[in-house]
Structure formats: C-alpha cells, structure tokens
C-alpha cells in the first residue's frame, strides 16, 4: 500500500538544499532586505547540514573501519597459515631427527657385530591374530635368505620365513611358532624360548632346581643354527617354581618393542658367536 509520508523526509531535504543554494546564488545581487532573509535560511538550516556532514563523517568512518577489520582479518589468516607451516616443519625436522638418531645406533650395532649385514626397514605387520610378522623392505635382489637372523639395536627380532624378489617376511620371536635353543646369562642354564603371542616368551624345560632370577637377561645360545650365540632375547619377568611338574614356569619379555619397529639389520651369517653384552 502507497504511504504518502514515505518520501517526505527526504523531499523536505532536497527542497531546503535548493532553497540554500538559491539564496546564496543571489546573495551578490542581494539588497538588505534579502541579506536578512539570507541570514534567516542560513541560521534555519545550518543544523540539517551540519547534521548532514556529521552523518557523511561517520559513513566514511563505518568504510574505513570495515576495510581496516578486513585487511586485519586477511592478516590473520595468513600469520594463521604460516604458524601452520612452522609446525609442520618442525615436525618434520623432529622426524628426521629421530630417524637420524635410529639409523645412528643401528650402525653402531652394525660395527659391533662386525658380520655381513642388510639394512631393512619395517613396511608392513601380518594383520592375521593367529601370527606376529613383520615385512620388510629387502628381498631376493638385496640377498637375503631364509632362516637368516634380524636384529635391532636392542637385540634379536626374529628370523626370515619368506623371501620375494623385493621383500621379506620375518617371523617374529613371540610369534607362536617361534622357538630357538637360548641360555640364561648369569647361571648359563639352557632352555627352549618359545613364542606366547602378544609380546610374550616364555623359556621351557628349565629344571625347578635351575637358579633363575626375575631380571636376568636371556641370551641366543649358538646352538641349532638359527641364531649366533650371544644375541640378546630379552629378560624374565617371571619365574614360577610351584606350579605342577619338574620344570619352572619362567616368562622373558623381548628386549626388543615389537611393536614399533622401523629399521632393522638382516645377518647374513647365522652361525657365529656375537660377543655377549
């Protein structure tokens, strides 16, 4: 519906503008008489056009501000963007530096045992529950065989199942089908280390009369062939005298996180002795 007073305000505006400008037009022809209604005009509408002027001020303000809110926004964003790409640099850099610091202490392994060895790293694990595997990156092409030992700075992983032209498949020690003649360091009692799963060993056929201590480190005794005598398996955290039978029931905890494997050494020689830590 058409509201007469709608264009009121603005008419009335548009009219006192033109009357002003008018007056002033004639302000240097003008006689007293017209100097005084000048004057009047002047003084009536001074205040709408000071108010004009303080509106036009703060509307230029508002404009300024807002590009001011949008240049400090865009600054934002980009100092946002930036801060970004630092950390992700830095942890980048934090990566490499590990990495360097791994393959450090599997050189220095690799200059204790003075054997012929593969430098491997972790790619995959077997994702099947019923086997604890791991793949590695150098196969055939590079070398390695089946039965050959793999080893990390802290000690024995497990041994090579499979070979393929490009990659390897390692049989880990708490593999369930792993087992290999082991000693204990301290008293030199035999055993067989067999794999229980999770990250578990446990070291069978020790007589109950066998001086076995929960900390003593378990060694690779040398014998069958499958590891050099002297590699470390790990240690027992548990050694069970009273339970039915002729032999302790004796837990090892691989010295070796199986579970965060990256880099490891392949021997190419499985007979030797390591020198004992």
């Known amino acids: 519906m058409h509201q007469p007073g709608r264009y009121r305000t603005p008419l009335l505006l548009v009219l006192t503008l033109l009357l002003v400008f008018t007056v002033l037009s004639l302000s240097l022809k003008s006689s007293p008489a017209l100097r005084k209604v000048q004057g009047l005009v002047v003084s ?137 003649d082991a000693m204990v360091q301290r008293t030199r009692i035999r055993g067989m280390l067999k794999g229980k799963g999770g990250n578990r060993c446990s070291l069978e056929f020790v007589p109950k009369s066998a001086d076995v201590q929960v900390g003593d480190l378990v060694l690779a005794s040398g014998l069958v062939g499958l590891y050099p005598k002297g590699l470390v398996f790990g240690k027992v955290t548990a050694a069970n005298k009273k339970n039915p039978g002729v032999f302790q029931e004796i837990e090892v905890t691989p010295n070796v996180d199986l579970s965060t494997l990256e880099e490891v050494l392949v021997v190419k020689v499985a007979t030797l002795a390591f020198p004992e830590p």
């Open 44 to 180: 009536m509408t001074a205040p709408g056009l000071e108010g004009l002027e303080y509106v036009g001020r703060s509307a230029k303000q508002l404009w300024l501000g807002y590009f001011y809110l949008i240049g400090v926004r865009r600054q934002n964003a980009e100092l946002q963007r930036q801060l970004e790409e630092y950390k992700q640099r830095e942890v980048q850099f934090q990566e490499a530096e590990q990495a360097l610091t791994r393959l450090e202490t599997l050189l220095d392994l690799k200059r204790q045992v003075a054997l012929p060895v593969i430098g491997a790293r972790v790619i995959a694990y077997d994702p099947t529950l019923w086997s604890r595997a791991a793949i590695i990156n150098q196969g055939k092409a590079q070398g390695v065989k089946e039965g050959l030992p793999v080893l990390a700075p802290q000690g024995i992983v497990g041994r090579i199942v499979g070979v393929y032209p490009e990659y390897s498949k390692v049989m880990l020690i708490v593999d369930r089908k792993s087992s290999a």
